[in-house]
């Protein structure tokens, strides 16, 4: 079965610091591997992904991500934080090798970033 | 068509009435997700339509729910009887290629509430 945890449940930064979310995964086959975030009472917007390919993958707002796969972790980064990055951010994963198309996404991390 | 739609932004149902969102990917979209978000977690998965074909259902989705995709365009999802535990933020979600190699586009999503 197909999982994803995010353990924190809150990150705080001050701005202009870079930051870190975590994210690690458990598939039985290979991953494709997601980023979303996620504004008050509105959908998910797209950040970025990871299907085949360079392990560092770059996303939308400076946003970049590595995939790990001994650590099977999926780690997302930025090398300076904004107080507009505040929002809550998701983890998500969908094993390549079974056919099915769900993705599982983790319970979330919220960044706050200070001024 | 820029984005993934969903209608109504906000319903606020009685215990046991029937409810029905609907939702319009973006044109190009072949793939069509539904997804359910309570407070405090990420989303889950519900179904999964490839053009108007029902391929994947949750064991989330009980007898009372059900989803179609009646032209391989549009969507809706209705809730029977509803109760307190739907209460949710219900997503839909639209993709494009064989692998969702592309990645997901989510709609804003639709709050239900039951009172």
């Known amino acids: 079965a197909q999982s994803v945890a995010q353990p924190e449940d809150q990150v705080n930064v001050a701005e202009g610091n870079p930051l870190t979310v975590k994210c690690t995964y458990s598939?039985?086959?290979?991953?494709?591997l997601f980023w979303y975030v996620q504004y008050p009472n509105r959908g998910l917007q797209f950040l970025l992904k990871?299907?085949?390919?360079?392990?560092l993958v770059k996303g939308s707002y400076g946003f970049e991500a590595e995939f790990n796969k001994s650590q099977t972790s999926f780690h997302l980064k930025k090398p300076s934080a904004l107080v507009s990055d505040s929002a809550l951010y998701f983890c998500?994963?969908?094993?390549?090798?079974?056919?099915?198309?769900?993705?599982?996404f983790g319970t979330g991390t919220r960044l706050l970033v200070s001024p | 068509d820029t984005g993934v739609s969903q209608d109504p932004r906000h319903k606020i149902t009685k215990r046991g009435q029937n409810v029905t969102f609907r939702c319009d990917p973006i044109?190009?979209?072949?793939?069509l997700y539904w997804y359910r978000q309570t407070l405090g977690q990420g989303p889950e998965f519900l179904t999964y339509?490839?053009?108007?074909?029902?391929?994947?259902k949750s064991r989330l989705l009980s007898d009372r729910f059900s989803a179609e995709r009646p032209k391989g365009s549009f969507s809706t999802l209705e809730i029977q009887r509803t109760e307190q535990g739907d209460s949710a933020m219900y997503l839909c979600?639209?993709?494009?290629?064989?692998?969702?190699?592309?990645?997901?586009?989510f709609g804003s999503g639709t709050r239900l509430t039951v009172v």
């Open positions: 979600a639209s993709s494009l290629g064989a692998e969702g190699f592309y990645g997901y586009t």
């Open positions: 598939v039985s086959g290979n991953p494709y």
């Open positions: 990871y299907i085949t390919g360079d392990n």
């Open positions: 998500a994963v969908r094993d390549r090798d079974t056919g099915f198309q769900k993705l599982v």
């Open positions: 044109s190009e979209h072949n793939r």
């Open positions: 339509f490839q053009n108007e074909a029902q391929l994947e």
